[in-house]
């Protein structure tokens, strides 16, 4: 009788033993059902022994094996395997949740068998009127494909009853391609557009043929630093291009599907004769499903999806795409906090292939790491597009200016301006970063923490000020330690009256304020973007949402408010993400003919991050950030993790963090271990929440030292307290 070690989906780092009859070591990474107490439960089959640790007859036996899909490969155990070491996360869970959702159920999955037949540049091209006029059904079908892009067994039989006959012959002519399917997979509708395909620029073809072959056969990590408007998406596309045809996969991540629907039109029209699935939060269970399983046959060659499709099971996988490398979305924030660009070059670098990471504003590990030769630096540095040139930035400085609403009059002159001349403009609201510190108006000093350096923030209720970072505490000073002036200002206002104010200051612009809340509905999203494009808008205001990849081409302004909060905040990548962000705005405007400008309100207008804006300069900005980053013992230099707790009551979470800081203090590894502090947002959800930084210069010490803490926590965590760890946190 076999022993089989299965991974369950409960919140313990182990394998659990099962007698399974006939189960197999060909059967590792399937699942089976299970008795777990007086549950069933859904596991994979992990090891399959011949003997236990335990009393063999007190095994239960495995109540049923799902061959209903081909189990997990070994490459996806070994990834899944990794993060669960990595993120210190128990590996049932891990692998269970990378599932999509109808997998983890007790129902098996019925699986159907059909024929699907995609059109080929070669059927494109076939001239309908060149096919004989008798040749009825030879031409409805060509007319259907070509109309269609693909269809399924099911529509082509419906076309005639030959018709299946005569896709069958296309595929002999080489017209058309055919794929076996799994599932009720209907193929996107989109008519085809032989999308013309743009001349190379110099950049682009250098960064196109550094990932050719031979760079194609080995690991390797290409950062495509281009500027906004680069065309890197085309990059892309050519570097895809090099390997679909050989029957290969490419793996492409963005940040949030939802945001960028434009780059999934354009991967459709280029690659009309590939089969391209998507995989994201957006789609129900059975879309999700069948996406997953083509992706797991390898019929789906071109895999576009958010993070959660980083732990797609791709056969044939041979190039991995992270576009918007730097942004924060890919990163988890509860449960398995992991990180799928960090995991997408794991990924690449056990399946010996590269990854290109795309951005015009790399993050700063990654431009680190390409400074010290880890990673390929490529730089695009010119607008692709002849008419295209790029927005000019200008600080207001809100010092000299009276405020109307939080508004200055410059830009109110300038919104006036475009709505003369029936322009839009674009007023982004930075909301990142708040945290409320205070600052002297009359010397720019403002509350640092003299023990490491990040920003103090005001905790008006007790008259302190603390630090988030390192839980240092002083009293809020009564006056500017710099210059003595006592009329110390809170930095970063609320901002949610600025759709009001620009409705009042023009009562017949038409003002459409965009962002989370008002993009909640289904198609709304979609909706407010034609709207703009059909210059339905006059005024958009927004958050980060607008920022990101859209083209308006009757766009020639942009104003950022509310962005001083971010200059000096607790949070130390506070500036940096300001900086992606003011770019990928600015970037907005002026796509098409017209030149834009980007007018900036903010008390501190020769901050560096500025003068990087200004001269639309990511690299000596990057610089700047890396050279404080050095000195601040902030990572890419420094490893940090940090223990997050939360409780009913504040002393409950911060007790346990001081015990847990006492586990720590005794293990043998070199960490610094800073005091518990109160999370910067303490109460959230009626529960009070604090964490506990650790930090090391060696990641291979940092993470033999997690292993035995996350070990040895457990033994302290009394109570109504709820923990977990966060490996390479983004935000505290
Ligand atoms: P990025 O992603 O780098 O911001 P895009 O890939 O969106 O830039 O490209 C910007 C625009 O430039 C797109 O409209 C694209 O079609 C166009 N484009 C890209 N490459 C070229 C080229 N070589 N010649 C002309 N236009 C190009
Ligand atoms: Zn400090
Ligand atoms: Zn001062």
Not at 43 to 54: D, L, R, W
Not at 360 to 380: D, I, M
Request: aromatic share 6%; charged share 20%.
């Amino acid at each position: 009788m076999n022993v089989v070690q299965v991974a369950l989906d409960i919140p313990l780092n182990r394998l659990f033993d099962y007698l399974g009859d006939g189960i197999t070591q060909d059967d590792i990474g399937t699942r089976v059902l299970v008795p777990f107490g007086n549950r069933r439960l859904v596991g994979i089959v992990i090891a399959v022994n011949t003997e236990t640790n335990f009393a063999i007859e007190r095994l239960k036996s495995v109540l049923h094996i799902y061959r209903d899909i081909p189990p997990l490969s070994a490459e996806s155990l070994n990834l899944l395997q990794f993060c669960s070491d990595y993120y210190c996360h128990p590996f049932g869970e891990v692998i269970m949740n990378a599932l999509p959702t109808r997998m983890r159920r007790t129902l098996p999955i019925p699986v159907k068998k059909y024929s699907r037949f995609c059109i080929t540049q070669a059927g494109l091209q076939v001239n309908l009127s060149s096919l004989p006029s008798r040749a009825i059904v030879k031409r409805r079908v060509l007319q259907t494909l070509q109309e269609n892009n693909a269809l399924d067994q099911g529509e082509v039989t419906t076309l005639s009853p030959t018709a299946l006959k005569t896709m069958r012959e296309f595929v002999v002519h080489g017209w058309a391609s055919e794929l076996e399917s799994t599932g009720v997979f209907t193929p996107p509708k989109t008519s085809v557009t032989t999308s013309s395909r743009p001349l190379l620029n110099e950049d682009q073809q250098l960064a196109v043929t550094a990932i050719s072959e031979p760079a194609l056969q080995t690991f390797q990590v290409i950062l495509l630093n281009g500027i906004t408007g680069s065309g890197k998406t085309e990059v892309y596309l050519h570097a895809i291009e090099n390997i679909i045809h050989h029957g290969r996969q490419a793996l492409v991540l963005v940040p949030e599907i939802n945001l960028t629907p434009q780059l999934e039109s354009v991967f459709r029209a280029r690659f009309s004769d590939i089969c391209l699935v998507s995989l994201h939060s957006g789609l129900n269970e059975t879309e999700r499903l069948q996406n997953w399983l083509l992706a797991q046959k390898g019929e789906a060659k071109i895999i576009l999806g958010t993070r959660l499709a980083i732990f797609t099971p791709l056969p044939a996988l041979k190039i991995i795409i992270v576009d918007e490398e730097h942004d924060s979305s890919f990163k988890q924030q509860e449960g398995l906090r992991y990180s799928a660009r960090d995991v997408a070059v794991i990924r690449a670098k056990q399946n010996n292939i590269p990854i290109v990471l795309g951005s015009a504003t790399p993050s700063l590990e990654s431009f680190y790491n390409a400074k010290t030769g880890r990673y390929q630096l490529l730089t695009l540095s010119t607008r692709a597009s002849m008419n295209a040139v790029l927005p000019e930035i200008r600080c207001i400085d809100t010092r000299r200016q009276k405020l109307q609403e939080g508004i200055s009059d410059p830009l109110i002159q300038a919104i006036r301006n475009r709505l003369a001349r029936k322009e839009q403009s674009l007023i982004f609201l930075n909301r990142r970063g708040y945290s409320p510190a205070i600052y002297c108006p009359e010397c720019a000093w403002h509350s640092a923490c003299n023990r490491c350096s990040s920003t103090l923030v005001l905790h008006l209720a007790e008259r302190k000020l603390r630090c988030h970072h390192c839980g240092h505490e002083e009293k809020t000073p009564l006056a500017c330690p710099t210059c003595g002036n006592p009329d110390l200002k809170p930095l970063g206002q609320g901002t949610q009256r600025v759709e009001t104010a620009l409705a009042a200051q023009f009562p017949d612009a038409r003002v459409l304020r965009i962002d989370r809340d008002s993009t909640r509905r289904k198609h709304a999203w979609k909706e407010m973007l034609q709207q703009v494009r059909d210059e339905e808008v006059d005024i958009l205001v927004g958050t980060q949402m607008l920022a990101k990849g859209h083209d308006f081409p009757k766009l020639t302004l942009v104003g950022a408010l509310n962005v001083d909060s971010a200059l000096y905040s607790a949070d130390f990548r506070a500036s940096e993400r300001l900086f992606a962000q003011l770019i990928q705005v600015a970037g907005r405007a002026g796509r098409a003919a017209i030149p834009g400008e980007v007018l900036i309100q903010t008390q501190f207008p020769d901050h560096p991050l500025f003068e990087g804006l200004r001269k639309h300069d990511y690299t000596a900005f990057a610089h700047t950030l890396l050279t404080e980053r050095e000195q601040a013992g902030f990572p890419p230099f420094m490893f940090q993790a940090l223990l997050r707790a939360e409780a009913p009551q504040l002393e409950t979470a911060l007790n346990f963090l001081a015990q847990a800081a006492h586990l720590a203090a005794d293990l043998p590894h070199p960490v610094t271990v800073y005091d518990p502090v109160p999370a910067p947002m303490a109460r959230l959800a009626g529960k009070e929440r604090a964490h506990l930084l650790v930090q090391s210069q060696s990641r291979g010490a940092m993470q033999s030292f997690l292993k035995l803490w996350n070990e040895a926590i457990p033994k302290v965590a009394k109570g109504k307290v709820r923990w977990s760890l966060d490996v390479d946190p983004l935000e505290f």
